[in-house]
């Protein structure tokens, strides 16, 4: 029997062809009821009550976290899955070595056997979503069918999802689709694809983020970067934040990190108290659409919505807004419990767990209390920095692009590539510790380039010369510069401070691109002159600045000849100009 709140007749607006794939996949996977998404609040209400009621939600303490609900994930299913995730590409060729391949045809037989009869007993929730401004002409539309209430709710925080979606999708013509099944949550029956030639996403087996919310990595990233590289624009992993000095001028940057190496946190940064004057706009916290606008400036959308951002660490200290912002209204996933019905994560100050992130009484001998990659999804709109700009339809224009790293050694805190095709063998040769947001080892260092080793849909030589190109088509083109927040030192302690002090390197690149901040030249870029970075109030003692801004001539002609080879693994796609910039490193290296 069907709930009264299900809306099981496909709406009058729905283009045929939507219903008419709806009706395909229902005939597959035999859901005992299908749910149209409005987007409602309404609906919302009533996909929360629904797992209330399953045990798939807990609700937190409602005096001091109203609107707050806990989702303990399957404890094999808590993170993505890089080695599960595939592109199906005509040509092997197309996806590179940088991702798994599999023949659409294998693919889809695969995922056939695997989504029949799957949503028996359950409800198929069709999602039509927008990323980016429903009014934007960058913004795309898709739907994603799911069996999961937890990524319906979801879906609502993090994208623009619903009827308005639907309306524009008719209008578009075209969407992706994305087919979604929690499976029995087995990992020896788990399979992310990818198909950019059709725009199909099927992903089976995991509810976890970006497995599950098709909207974010599969879309706007994999699928999206695809459609990118042929239309002349970028789908970047990538916050955006608008940076206001005390004259009260804003200027906006656009920041590659690999996943939890620090975007949400430089995205809603919060000044320190000896920077008076200066505010932050945040625009987005993980994915940026960069387009060349016809003033010669690349601008940029977040497509995204919503933030699904890392928990352990986040405290009043280390970033007030996201603290804040997670107090109401916030699905967390993954953190322990108090006695008082409170979330609890590693790095929150106060409080105790009782209850780890599986539900068992918390003994800090069987780990952390919160799983590592712990996540709060929450409405952008309750970030205490929200700029109304997130909503403009053109986007906003960028100064600087920054890419950084988790580097123990090596990478000092910042250093500025001499013109755009420098930068892009600096985005390409980037490295950084392996973090929870992937299965896997932790803190290996490897290669990720522009922070896009899991969400370039395609062969990494062919996007190197996407970003090449792009260069000839951006008259004014953004500084480019990249960020290291985590070398340590002998002790194994982090050098620099890090968050709200983040702010200083950003003012000294937004003075830099203006002209006004002096460097120093180096082989491997310009290095902020001591005096140009305003270090005041820090406390941070001499050789330790001095160490933070080293470049180390023996070490990184090592790094040079490690990011050769390194290259060489992408065989002739490699761009030529590339490996000729390398060159110009290796040059400059050498001893005099
Ligand atoms: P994804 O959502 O996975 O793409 O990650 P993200 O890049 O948005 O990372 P996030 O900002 O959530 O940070 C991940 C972890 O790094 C958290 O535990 C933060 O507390 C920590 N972190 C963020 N910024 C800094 C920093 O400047 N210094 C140090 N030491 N840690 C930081
Ligand atoms: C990341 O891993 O980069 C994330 C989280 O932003 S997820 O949505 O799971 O991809
Ligand atoms: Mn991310």
Same mark, same amino acid.
């Given at each position: 029997m069907a709930i009264a709140s299900d809306r099981l007749e496909s709406p009058a607006r729905a283009p045929v062809e939507l219903a008419r794939w709806v009706e395909q996949v229902a005939a597959r996977t035999r859901p005992d009821r299908v749910h149209w998404c409005d987007g409602s609040e309404s609906e919302y209400r009533m996909l929360i009550e629904r797992m209330l009621a399953a045990g798939e939600l807990l609700r937190l303490n &409602?005096?001091?976290? &109203? +609107?707050c609900y806990l989702h303990r994930s399957h404890p094999t299913d808590v993170a993505r899955v890089e080695h599960l995730t595939f592109v199906c590409t005509g040509q092997r060729d197309q996806a590179g070595p940088n991702n798994n391949w599999m023949a659409p045809a294998e693919a889809r037989r695969k995922m056939e056997a695997l989504f029949d +009869?799957?949503? /028996?007993g359950r409800t198929l929730y069709v999602i039509p979503y927008c990323m980016g401004p429903l009014d934007s002409p960058y913004a795309r539309c898709g739907v994603e069918i799911t069996d999961s209430a937890y990524v319906a709710a979801t879906m609502r925080l993090m994208t623009r999802m619903g009827t308005a979606a639907l309306d524009r999708l008719a209008q578009d013509g075209s969407f992706v689709r994305g087919l979604h099944s929690i499976g029995e949550l087995d990992p020896s029956r788990r399979f992310i694809m990818h198909f950019p030639e059709t725009l199909e996403i099927q992903s089976f087996g995991s509810g976890y983020g970006g497995n599950a919310l098709l909207g974010k990595k599969c879309h706007a990233l994999r699928i999206a970067g695809w459609q990118a590289r042929h239309e002349g624009w970028l789908a970047e992993h990538m916050l955006i934040v608008g940076i206001e000095n005390p004259s009260g001028e804003t200027h906006y940057i656009a920041c590659a990190f690999p996943s939890a190496c620090g975007k949400t946190n430089l995205a809603m940064l919060v000044p320190p108290a000896s920077m008076p004057g200066w505010t932050i706009h945040t625009i987005g916290d993980d994915i940026a659409w960069l387009h060349p606008g016809p003033d010669g400036r690349l601008w940029a959308i977040n497509p995204e919505a919503g933030f699904f951002g890392v928990v352990p660490g986040t405290n009043a200290h280390t970033n007030r807004h996201a603290f804040d912002m997670i107090h109401r209204d916030t699905i967390f996933t993954n953190v322990g419990l108090t006695a008082d019905d409170e979330p609890w994560w590693e790095g929150l100050d106060v409080g105790q767990p009782v209850t780890d992130w599986q539900g /068992? &009484?918390?003994?800090p001998a069987t780990g952390p209390a919160a799983h590592p990659n712990s996540r709060f999804t929450v409405s952008a709109r309750q970030n205490p920095s929200y700029s109304p700009m997130t909503d403009d339809p053109q986007g906003v224009p960028i100064t600087a692009l920054v890419f950084g790293g988790r580097r123990r050694r090596l990478a000092p805190l910042v250093f500025e590539a001499r013109d755009w095709q420098h930068g892009v063998l600096v985005g390409a040769a980037m490295a950084s510790e392996t973090t929870a947001a992937a299965t896997g080892d932790v803190g290996v260092v490897r290669r990720d380039p522009m922070a896009m080793k899991p969400f370039a849909g395609y062969h990494f030589g062919d996007y190197w010369q996407h970003w090449l190109d792009m260069g000839e088509r951006i008259a004014q083109k953004p500084g480019i510069y990249q960020v290291n927040w985590f070398r340590r030192d002998a002790a194994g302690r982090f050098l620099w401070p890090g968050y709200g002090e983040n702010l200083r390197v950003l003012a000294w690149i937004i003075e830099r691109c203006q002209g006004r901040a002096a460097a120093d030249d180096t082989p491997i870029g310009a290095i902020p002159r001591r005096t140009a970075l305003n270090l005041s109030g820090l406390d941070l003692p001499d050789p330790m600045i001095a160490e933070l801004l080293s470049v180390n001539p023996a070490e990184w002609r090592q790094e040079v000849e490690e990011i050769g080879r390194y290259l060489d693994e992408f065989g002739a796609r490699v761009p030529e100009r590339l490996r000729r910039e390398l060159d110009g490193v290796r040059r400059r290296l050498k001893p005099a």
């Open positions: &409602p005096a001091s976290f &109203p +609107g +009869g799957c949503m /028996r /068992r &009484p918390y003994d």
